[in-house]
Structures are given as structure tokens and as C-alpha cells.
């Protein structure tokens, strides 16, 4: 479990910016689609907010309160969706906002989903692995009427993986009467590939990641092959967006995560630098094939592509200017705040949303679901298919609509996601 901490500012400048974007991103878009008044109030709100205090026992002996969130943003389409992460700056500001963007996230997929998201306001490095396990089993019993396969479906997120999930799936299904325990295994999503699992998940979002880029291309007569990029975050998304760039022909020149930056203008190996970050505590810098960078100095690096895979508000007015990638890829979620965007905007660059350009791993996730749910098992070269088909469906969608509309990427993702829900209101109406 690596922990991602990149971002300078300090938590209240964090949360303030994440929900800033959200909101502001939404009313561009409400208003460009007329959306009627009456739903705007009700997008522009939450359902539900969770917190939760609970005790566990550390290894020494000593009980230590953690302090844990769940929101649940919107389920006009379907049960709340979204993951959770281990991360000091985990708030109830920083998950509404996160939840917010889950339901535009999931409804531009076209899944049966709402949004929702959470996590604990903790560290996950200074926990030993029993710790952690601990954590996440009593985190999950103060949940558990709050969440369920039918109602909220948690997921991975920033510090959290397969274990965390398979831990929490575990618990969940002991609380519940012993002749619905096998029926609930896809309370949460992302779990190991032995325990209900999705094979292929672990990558999903970063194969999402690189198909929009690669359709991208695509749709602008360019080619992969050569084209130079940087990846900022180098866990599992950053990882495996590198990966499979990697094989069409990119080079990755340039990657910053917790520990630092590291470029290398001739290439960067991704196998070989995955294989040294597993034996560097998770860290990039000191990468032998590579000379460290000046954290400051990232973001100007020489490359075509920019992937922000870590955390929000890492492009900025401060340094959006000196961005030299003419396309962004956001890997992350809210990685470019509004300042920032409209600076890359004026100058023609081109952002993939977040709502789009990482939608790979909640897809992956409602395939998990649903072999969960039908008891199914579905081999690695049907989940890409899927994949390929989901997601190429959703970049044909925000693609044409942009160019009809004249619009910039993510607006044009926020109107088509927005319709979608507003239908739903506008056919069901509202109770009573």
C-alpha cells in the first residue's frame, strides 16, 4: 500500500478548491443545458452524510479514535458507487465533492449507478498491517447499515487496494444472517481475484486511462508511437497507464510520486521502474536509469502527454502556464482545478475529464458487480473487450457532443452526464 501525499497546500486550501471545482463545473454545465431548477437544487445537495468515530486497539495496547466519512451524493439512477480512501486530508468536505464528481462519473458511463464516496481521515504508513486490517474491519461494522450490494457498493481508492476490500467485504458479510452471506460478496467492488474479484480490475482504471488518450489520437490523425510522457502518481493507475502507452510506442520521460521526481528525456522503462518501486518502499527517486528532478520543475518537463494521476489540485494557476504536454490526462480525481484549466484551455490545450479519462476502473467495477451478482466468472480477455466497447462509448459520446456544441471535453461530459439524470427526474418525478 503506497501512500500518495503531493500536493503542498494546506488541507483547509485543498478541500475549499475541491469543492469550488465541483460546483463551479456543475453550474457551467446546468446552465448551458437549462437544466430545470428544480433538479439543480437537488444535484447541488447531497443525500445522505456519514460520520463515524470508533475505537481500535493498536499493537501496543494503547485504543486510538479514528474518524470515518461516507457520502452519498445522488442515486437517482441506482445504488451509490464510489471509493474509499486512507488519507489525512479525508474529510466531509473532500467526499462531497469526490461524490459529487462519482455521479457524473457513473452517469456518463451510462451504468445503473449513483455517486457516493469516503474514506478515513488517517496516515495508512504509520499503521503496521494488522493495524490497518483492524481499521478497516471496525470502519466497516459502524457502516454497515449504510452500505449494501444494493444500496452503496464502496471500491479502492487513494491508499486503499484489493486487501483493504476483501477485508471489508469479509466483515460485511459476517454481520449479516448465514443464508445471506454468500449472497452479499459484491458489497464492495475491486476485492483480490480469489475472493469474488474482477480479474483485470487492478488495471482498469489505467487501461481506461490509455484507451481515451489512445482514442484521442485516433480521433486527431496522430499516432502513439514516439509520443513523449509524464506521469504524475506512479501507483496502481499511474502504473498501468504507463504500461499499455508503453506498448503502443510512447516513452515515458518523466514521473513524480510521495518520494519525489525523475526524468529521464531518453526513456524511462515502466517494468523497470514498477520493479524498483517494489523494492524502494513504493518510491521512484533514486531510479538508476534516471537523474531526480525538482518537484517544482515537474510539470515542465518536454513531453506531447500529461497524465495527473495522484491526487486533485495539482494543476494550477501556478503552473499551468509552464505545462508543455498539449494533452491532459486525468487520471486522478479533480487533478485540474478551474483556475488552471482555463489557463490550459486559452492556450489549446486539451484536458480529458476525470469523469471520463479514469471511468475505466468504476466500469470495471460494475462488471465485478454483476458476475458477483449472476455467479459468474469472466476470464481477462472479456473483461478488456468489455472495457474497449464501455469506454469507447462514452469518448464517442463527449467527443461528438464537444465538437457540435464547441465546447471544451469536459463540458461537454457534464452536459451529456447531467441529461441523463435530469431524465430520470423528469420521468419518475419526484415523491411525493
Not at 437537488?42 to 466519512?69: A, C, Q, R, W
Not at 449513483?114 to 457502516?143: M, N, V
Not at 484551455?345 to 469523469?355: C, H, K, S
Not at 466497447?389 to 447531467?418: P, Q
Request: hydrophobic share 35%; with cysteine; glycine share 10%.
Amino acid at each position: 500500500m503506497t501512500t500518495v501525499t503531493l500536493n503542498k497546500q494546506s488541507k483547509k486550501a485543498k478541500v475549499k478548491g475541491m469543492m469550488d471545482n465541483v460546483m463551479e463545473q456543475f453550474n457551467s454545465a446546468a446552465d448551458y443545458i437549462e437544466l430545470h431548477p428544480n433538479i439543480r437544487k437537488i444535484l447541488s445537495i447531497t443525500n445522505n452524510e456519514i460520520v463515524v468515530h470508533f475505537p481500535v486497539k493498536m499493537d501496543n495496547g494503547d485504543v486510538e479514535i479514528f474518524t470515518g466519512y461516507r457520502v452519498q451524493h445522488n442515486n437517482a439512477l441506482g445504488p451509490y458507487k464510489g471509493g474509499l480512501r486512507y488519507h489525512p486530508t479525508v474529510d466531509i468536505d473532500a467526499a462531497r465533492a469526490l461524490a459529487m464528481w462519482m455521479t457524473w462519473k457513473t452517469s456518463l458511463a451510462g451504468l445503473p449507478y449513483g455517486g457516493g464516496k469516503g474514506g478515513i481521515q488517517l496516515d495508512p504508513s504509520k499503521y503496521s498491517h494488522g493495524e490497518l486490517e483492524r481499521i478497516t474491519r471496525r470502519f466497516t461494522f459502524a457502516l454497515a447499515d449504510n452500505i449494501g450490494p444494493e444500496h452503496d457498493i464502496p471500491a479502492p481508492d487513494v491508499n486503499t487496494n484489493s486487501q483493504t476490500m476483501a477485508w471489508m467485504a469479509d466483515t460485511y458479510m459476517s454481520t449479516r444472517p448465514p443464508a445471506e452471506r454468500t449472497a452479499n460478496q459484491h458489497v464492495v467492488t475491486g476485492k483480490p481475484d480469489g475472493s469474488g474479484g474482477l480479474e483485470g480490475r487492478d488495471r482498469a482504471t489505467g487501461y481506461g486511462v490509455f484507451l481515451t488518450i489512445k482514442f484521442w489520437c485516433e480521433r486527431n490523425n496522430e499516432k502513439l508511437e514516439n509520443k513523449k510522457f509524464i506521469v504524475q502518481g506512479f501507483g496502481n493507475v499511474g502504473y498501468w497507464a504507463s504500461h499499455f502507452l508503453e506498448k503502443e510506442g510512447a516513452k515515458l520521460v518523466a514521473v513524480q510520486d510521495a518520494s519525489g521526481s525523475i526524468r529521464n528525456s531518453n526513456g524511462i522503462k515502466v517494468e523497470d521502474l514498477f520493479n524498483y518501486t517494489k523494492i524502494n518502499n513504493g518510491g521512484v527517486t533514486g531510479f538508476p536509469e534516471s537523474f531526480d528532478l525538482d518537484n517544482e520543475k515537474f510539470f515542465t518537463s518536454e513531453c506531447d502527454i500529461c497524465i495527473p494521476a495522484a491526487l486533485g489540485n495539482q494543476i494550477t494557476k501556478e503552473n499551468a502556464s509552464l505545462i508543455k504536454a498539449k494533452l491532459i490526462a486525468e487520471g486522478a480525481n479533480g487533478p485540474t482545478n478551474v483556475e488552471g484549466e482555463k489557463i490550459l484551455l486559452e492556450r489549446g490545450v486539451t484536458i480529458i475529464p476525470d469523469i471520463l479519462c479514469n471511468s475505466g476502473g468504476v466500469v470495471g467495477s460494475y462488471f465485478e458487480w454483476l458476475q458477483n451478482r449472476n455467479g459468474e466468472l469472466w476470464q481477462l480477455d472479456e473483461v478488456i473487450a468489455k472495457l474497449d466497447k464501455k469506454i469507447l462509448e462514452s469518448f464517442n459520446k463527449v467527443f461528438e457532443y464537444s465538437n457540435r456544441e464547441s465546447m471544451d471535453l469536459r463540458t461537454a461530459a457534464y452536459c451529456i452526464a447531467i441529461k441523463r439524470i435530469e431524465k430520470a427526474y423528469i420521468q419518475r418525478g419526484i415523491f411525493p
